[in-house]
Every structure is written in structure tokens, then in C-alpha cells.
């Protein structure tokens, strides 16, 4: 662009500009880029960098130690159950949500206000109040199917493998699923009453407008709410340690980072292990990127 | 006290390579209200944003008071502006408002005082000095706007489209009173717009743009009375001039214009005028009649046989659409008392003096 | 017919929307208020029949001896971590706005060099899991002599907070109308004084509708200060909660009280800016 020398406005704005983005500019690039370049450093060296030894290059074999190891095998086996249970109870739950709170009714305000609250709350609370519940010796789950007779002694929920993750990634689904209600709430606020209107005059009732209408209309935040529940999943750790700390038959990749990092302070391999996490984190983005993109064209 | 606007060819290209404003030269002289009209996207709104400094000039230099500030940001240009959407401080009283620039100016405050108060007194705004922009209507916010530009007391007025939030009603009372205002404040201004009935009511001069280039600047008489080209002829006036594409034709020194079936003898007087028009026979002409011109056959002059299509009656005159075998239909604005009824084939008078002659291929007048 | 079983179909619908909204909470608050014999009775009781507060005094006072079965608690430990948890959301929430807003200004309005490349970046690391980044923060920290100060959660919070924030508030400054600050220009603002009087007053709603989401992310963080605290002079009210978890038994009186205390102001909060919060969750994701 041709801009004539000497032109004030032009150079305040420039001056401006550069002013006001610095200190985000300077935090972001001192907090989360240099560290990362600094831990990616570390996995491809050996032995603990807490201990100030002298680590030499070894290329990927931290990563292939990794990959390797059978916990952590084990965790991204766990990992992947939590991510297809969670994201799959999420849309189905969240659609549920959102088409019941969809049209007007009375209290429809309290009830949004209230729906809400799990979202806002530390997902360690949700944690702590979900515990009472799960508790193997006065859970109220044991208490309440005891009393109805549906089981005969109290059953260990948390201990048993595949059970012990169907609880605990019920714990997170509640605090993720009113963000996804409120994705798909606000994608059927944008359909247009008339397509419906429209819809009932060619004599299609409120199961196949749904089927119809409503669910290919609602795909761009499917996408949306698929990737939030993907990436939240995928990392899941908080209602985990509350739940049921680092035991193995529920640990995720992050448990296993940060019990890999910080309990037995082997930082090359955990950062390794979080590196192929922030990998597959990206894989899973890059591919709903692309599915969102289709979708809205 | 009074100065002036001035623009030296003044040009803007956006980045991508769009010529906005292509070279525009002119000046508003004191206390002149100057419009620049102009189709959307034919560059007025840039042009004006140029002189307010709020984008920055490609080529050519622009003075306010005989100051160059062709480089100079907005502040520094004592000028004042009066947006669309008059982008009032929403988080301001009025009385903030108005008083804002006075105070960036580090006016005292009693000085303050006495000017918003001066203000709101002229634009009738005194009891809503404690409201918020949001508890005013759309015409009090447009006086709002206009006072927080009048109390500057600038060099120069910039007026974006004032009116072209307001219902029509309004619109038309706004005119007015933007008009009586600044013959008080007697500064130049340069008033934006898309409507040519506002750019006529209220312009001392009228300058017409685009494409990015001026066409036509002159009284709206001038400007009604000899448009410079087509563009500026179908422009300016409602309804519309008719452009009729025709022929002229030359028999020993009688010149005749014919389109349709309808043959219309030029008169001497307005070959004088135009004496160019004679080089013009046997060669396609555009022939431009303003609906006005018409009148009932009785009246004499030219006659034009034409088919009526539709009569729309505007109550103190009608409105008449006509096929005049021209592919395009004709306009004509006709007294009350004329009677026609929709496919009657009749003929129309056309006023002979006040025909206006455009070279077909350039556009430009003969 | 059908409309009346639509009706009560979409009226049992609603309910369960509340009950498993609410229910968490209920049990949590009817915990805190019973015994440890009534919770540890089976059949267990869902509402304890002598409400009583014993379990927030034992938490916030602290247990004198064993009676509080497994969990110990200490006066003043968990009131010092809210405190930690309350000044650590403030104090970042105010850091996070003032560079998020002059940043998301920077960005969506003013043209300056390299503005467009730097602003992918800094919106691009918005996806970077945290975790990849805590572990060599925990060294660099470190040897800053940042670990288990409030000044150096602070400076993380920022970090990882400020690029969402600046998105989120990009999206506002880009749907604003210029004219306003363009009129400041004209009234003799130079353009950081536009910013400062006329941009962030219209901005107003928009970044209270952040604040209360950044209140809620620092307030809910538990990894960052899991890993950066190690005593009561900066640990959140998050990672002290995990301490009253027994090992092999658990008071569940006293930890459902320190959740209900824990959860008091994220939900007020969540409750009062309701409309404003779900709009921007709503209109931005």
C-alpha cells in the first residue's frame, strides 16, 4: 500500500498495536511457548532434568519407551473408553436437553440458570460430591439398590475396571454437558421457526422433522460440541484423582503423565507421554476442524 | 471567521488495488453548505473520511482554513462530524456528550457549561441533558449529534448521512433545522449523501460523484437545469428524467429528433444553444425529457404518440406510465384534471425548449 | 390426547433436567449436614434426622482428636486456602482483562505490522493442553523461586488464560461499530485515549460476561496448583479439598462441607451472571 512518508496517524496506530498486544504477546511466549519448546527438549533427552544431570540426546527413545510400556498402554486403552463414552453420552444427553428447554415454558429461566451450575462449579467438587455416592461401604448407590433389592451386597464401584470408568466419566459427563446443551441450544435457536411451519404443512410430524430437519440443521454444532467433549475427555484427570486417585484400572494418559513425572520424577518420559498426548489432542482437532468446515459450507 | 474546504486532486486506493476516490478536486467556500451525492459505493463516504482524516490519503493534498492536514490526524484538524448512526458515547449523558470534545480540549469548565447549555438551547435539548443516549429517540440522538459538533465551534462541518436512520417525516424537519444551524455556526460543511431530493433541498452547491470520480458540481439549479452527462441527468430529479434512445435527422436546416413513431421538430432556439447538435444528424442520440415536460396534447408544442400503461395518482398530480415504442417505459407527471385511462392510445405534448440532447455513445451533454 | 402426553412427557423431561442438575448438590449439602454415624448407618439416611453443623465447625476449626474418623483437620487450614483460591481468581481475572482487552483492541482494530501473524499465534496456543506446558513451567518455576507463591500461579493463570480471553473479547471489538471511537478521534482523543473513554466503557458488558467466566476457570483449576503448591501460602481451595479424602475411610460430613463452601461461590456467581455467561459460552464456541 502506498502511504505517504511522514504520516502520523498511520505510525501512531502502528506504535499502539505493537504497545497493547506486548504484554499478552510477552506472558504467552514466556509461560506456555518457551516451556514447551524447553519440555519437548527434555524428551528427547534421558534422565530426570529435576536433578540437574547431565541428560544426553536419545533421540525418540523416550517415545518408544513410552509407547512400549504396558501402564501406558493401559491408560490410553482407558483413555480412548472415557473419550467415546463421555463424548457419545454428551451428544445424546445434550441433544435430549437442549430440544426438552428449547421452546418456551414457564420457569424455562430458573431452569437454565440451574442447568448451568455443574459447568460452574471445579470439576474436584463435582468429584467430592459424587464420591458419597460411589462409596463402596455407605454409598448411597449401594444403600439405595440394597434397599430395593436389586443387588445383595454392597458392590465395589469404583474397583472393578470397566464399572469404576462408566462412574467416573459419568461425574465428568455432568460437568461438561450443560456446555454442550447450551452449544446445541443455541444451534436450534438459529433454525428458523418457519422451516418447521413450512415442514407441518407437508404433513411431517414432530418425530421426522427431528429426524428431518433438526438433526442435519444442528450439524455444525454437533461438530462444535464433539470436538469440546473430545478435548475435554481426552484430557480428563481431575474427578479421576478425586475418584479414585491414581489407581490403575482407571487411569488416564494425564494420570499416568503425572504419575509417571511426579511420583517416580521420571520428567523425560512423562513429557514424552504428554507430548503424544498434546499429538493425538491435535490429530482430533485438526479432524473436526475439517469436519466443521464441511459442514457448514 | 468562516474558511474553507479544500480538496487537491485528491485520489484513494484501498489496498487490493480499488480506486475509491479517483483524483477529486474541490472547494466549499465560507459558510457554504456543500453536498456530495452519489450512488452507494461511488466513493462520497471515502472521500469525506479523507477529510476527516480518518483514512489516510493515497495522492493529493486537502486544506481546511488554507491549513494543509492532508497528513495531520483527526484531532488536530479542527473539524467536526456528524456520523449515520450518530455514534454518541453510550456510556455518557448528553451533556457528556456535547461537552467531551470540550473537555479533550481542556476548555474550563465553566466555559464547558456555558457552551453545551448554548447548544442544547439552540437544538432544543435542554430538558434531556441528564439522559443517557439510550433513552432518547432517534431524533433527539440526531441532535445530540449535532450538538456535540456545534459546540466545537469547528473550521469545518463533515455530515455522513445524518438523516438516513430518521422515518421520512422527521427526515424532512431535520433538513431544516441541520440547514438554519449551520447559517448560525457559518462554518463550511460538506454533507454526505445517497439522496438527491436531500442534496437539492439543502446544498448551496451540489457536487455529484461516481465511480470515484466527480461528474457535475454546481447550484441544484445548474445541475437540474444543464446535468453534464446521462449519469447526472437520471440522477438528479424525481421521478427520473426519461432517456429515450433516438435519431436525429437534418432536412434543409430542420432538425428533427424521432423515436417510436413520434417525430419531434427541434426549434431554432435550442440548436442556437446547442450548436453542436447538427453534427449529430442521422446518428443515434439519447434524448432526455424530465416527466414534467410533458403536458396534454391541447398545449400545443411537439405531440408524442404513446400508449397510457398505468396512472398513479399522487393527489396533487398523477404520475403516468408510458409505452412511447421506446422498449423502455416512459414517466410523465401531469395535472390532476388530465383525464387517462390505462391502454388508451393518446398523444402528449412535450415542452420543445426543454429537451436535452447526450452523445449515445459517450453519455456526455450535446 | 397426544398434546396432554407431550405435555407431561415434556414436564417429567424438565424434572429429571433438574433433578440431576441439582441432585449432586442436595446430597452434598444434606451430607454436610449430618453426622458420620448417620452417613456411615445403613440403610444410610438421605436426609440426616438432626441437621447439624459440627462438620463445617470441625473443618474450619479443626479436629482435636481422632473423633472425625480418618480425616485431620487444622483451624484456619481450609479458611486459608479459599482465601489463597479468592485472591488468586481476583487478582488474575484483573491481570488477565487489562492485557486481554488491550490485546483483543490491538488485534481487531488497529493495523500494525506482523498484527495478523501474531495474533494466530497467540490464539492458536489456546489449544496447547496445559499439561505438555506444566511440566517444564514445574522447573522453570523452580529455579525462579516461583513454586508455591501466589505471584507465580498468578503469572500461570495468565498465561494459559489470556489467549481464550482475548479471543472471546476479539469477537466483541470486531462486532462493535467504529463510529464511536472514531468520533472521540474527531472531538481531539488521541487513540489510546479513544480506547481508554470510549472503547472499553461500550465494551463494559462483554468483559464482565469474561470476568465471571475467568472467576470460574481460576476458581476450578486443579492440575497448575496440584503441581505448583506445596503449603497453605498459595494452595487453592481445590487441591486442599483432595486432602480430606481418606485413604481408606473418608468423613464424608466434613469433605461434603468443604465442597459445599468450595462450590458457594462459583455457583452464586454462575447464578447471578447467568444470561450474560451463557450468551457468550453460547455465541462464541
Known sequence: MRRAKGDRTARETQILGWVLALPALATVAALILYPMVYGFKQSIRSGGFLFGEKPGYVGLRNYRDVIHDPTSQDAVRHTLEYLLLAVSLELVLGMFVAVTLHRVFRGRGFVLAVLILPWALPSVVSGVLWRRVFDPDNGLLNSLLLQLHVISHPHLWLASGRGAIVYITLVHVWGVLPLVSLIFLAGLQSIPEEVYSASSVDGAGPLRQFRHITLPLLRPSMAIALTVGTLLAISIFDEIYVLNGTALNTRSILIQVYNTTFVQADFAHGTALAFLLAGATAVFGGLYALALRRSTV | ?366 | MTSIGWRIAKFLAVLVIVVWSLGPIAIGVTTSISTQREVNDIPTRWVPAHPTLNAYRDLLQGTSNQRAGGTVTEAGTFSRSLWNSTVLAIVSTAVILVVSTMAAYAFGRLRFRFGGALFAVLVGTIVIPIFVVVIALFKLMADAHLIDTKRGLVMVFVATLTPLATWLLYTQVREMPTEPEEAALIDGCRRWQAFVRVVVPQMSSGIAAVAAILVLSVWGEFLIPLLLTSTLTAKPVTVQITEYVGKYVTNYPILAAAGVLALIPPALLALILNKRITGMLAGSS
Open chain 2, 1 to 366: 471567521m468562516s474558511g474553507t474546504i479544500s480538496l487537491e486532486s485528491v485520489s484513494k486506493q484501498f489496498p487490493g488495488g480499488v480506486l475509491a476516490v479517483d483524483d477529486l478536486s474541490l472547494e466549499v467556500e465560507p459558510g457554504e453548505f456543500l453536498v456530495l451525492v452519489g450512488p452507494s459505493g461511488c466513493g462520497k463516504t471515502t472521500a469525506l473520511r479523507m477529510v476527516a482524516g480518518l483514512e489516510p490519503v493515497t495522492s493529493g493534498e486537502i486544506r481546511i482554513n488554507d491549513r494543509l492536514v492532508t497528513r495531520l490526524p483527526p484531532r488536530e484538524r479542527d473539524i467536526a462530524m456528524v456520523f449515520q448512526n450518530y455514534a454518541l458515547y453510550a456510556h455518557m449523558s448528553v451533556r457528556g456528550n456535547m461537552g467531551f470534545g470540550l473537555k479533550m480540549a481542556r476548555l474550563p469548565r465553566q466555559e464547558i457549561r456555558s457552551r453545551v447549555d448554548g447548544a442544547a438551547e439552540m437544538l432544543g435539548l435542554t430538558d434531556l441533558l441528564d439522559r443517557k443516549p439510550r433513552q432518547l429517540s432517534g431524533g433527539q440522538r440526531q441532535r445530540v449529534a449535532m450538538g456535540r459538533a456545534i459546540v466545537r465551534e469547528p473550521a469545518a462541518f463533515l455530515m455522513d448521512e445524518p438523516l438516513s436512520n430518521l422515518d421520512a417525516k422527521l427526515r424532512v424537519e431535520m433538513r431544516g433545522e441541520i440547514i438554519r444551524v449551520q447559517r448560525r455556526i457559518a462554518a463550511p460543511a460538506l454533507y454526505v449523501t445517497h439522496d438527491q431530493t436531500e442534496a437539492m433541498t439543502m446544498g448551496d452547491r451540489v457536487a455529484i460523484l461516481r465511480d470515484g470520480v466527480l461528474q457535475q458540481l454546481g447550484t441544484p439549479d445548474d445541475v437540474y437545469d444543464s446535468p453534464v452527462n446521462v449519469f447526472v441527468a437520471g440522477f438528479i430529479g424525481s421521478p427520473a428524467m426519461n432517456l429515450i434512445p433516438a435519431t436525429l435527422s437534418s432536412e434543409a436546416g430542420d432538425v428533427a429528433v424521432s423515436f417510436g413513431t413520434t417525430r419531434l421538430s427541434v426549434p431554432a432556439r435550442v440548436l442556437e444553444r446547442r450548436p453542436r447538435l447538427a453534427e449529430f444528424a442521422g446518428r443515434p442520440v439519447t434524448l432526455g425529457v424530465r416527466p414534467e415536460d410533458f403536458a396534454p396534447a391541447e398545449r400545443g408544442d411537439g405531440l408524442a404518440n404513446v400508449t397510457v400503461d398505468r396512472v398513479e395518482s399522487l393527489g396533487s398530480e398523477l404520475v403516468v406510465y408510458l409505452d412511447g415504442g421506446v422498449g423502455e417505459p416512459l414517466t410523465a407527471r401531469l395535472a390532476r384534471q388530465a383525464t387517462l385511462e390505462p391502454g388508451q392510445q393518446t398523444q402528449l405534448a412535450i415542452d420543445l425548449n426543454r429537451l436535452y440532447f447526450f452523445d449515445a455513445e459517450s453519455g456526455e451533454a450535446i
